[in-house]
């Protein structure tokens, strides 16, 4: 069974940095692209960022581009999100997806 677990959230202030981290196991990892989704108070769930099996290429939602980078090691299973020059509107749960599923999220606020 397919398992997802995201960590690394937390609280910040604006134009500081987090690293998150999905960890995957249930299924194998290298043939699935990964995609970061947040979703906002009041909003609906959106991807922020994806990768390709290889790691080789990414996309970026347009609010993200140039401050958040997407990563993953076929190796240990596991993929990042760095977000950087985090703003009050990148507060959200942020979800890993991969293989039809997503973790339970982890919280990231960004306040002053």
């Known amino acids: 069974q397919v398992q997802l677990v995201e960590s690394g959230g937390g609280e910040v202030q604006p134009g500081g940095s987090l690293r998150l981290s999905c960890a995957a196991s249930g299924f194998t990892f290298r043939d699935y692209a990964m995609t970061w989704y947040r979703q906002a108070p009041g909003e609906e769930r959106v991807p922020v960022a994806t990768?390709?099996?290889?790691?080789?290429?990414?996309n970026y939602a347009e609010f993200v581009k140039g401050r958040f980078t997407i990563s993953r090691d076929n190796v240990k299973n596991t993929g990042n999100l760095q977000m950087n020059s985090l703003k009050a509107e990148d507060t959200a749960v942020y979800y890993c997806?991969?293989?039809?599923?997503w973790g339970q999220g982890t919280r990231v606020t960004v306040s002053s």
């Open positions: 997806g991969m293989a039809g599923s």
């Open positions: 990768v390709s099996t290889t790691g080789r290429v990414t």
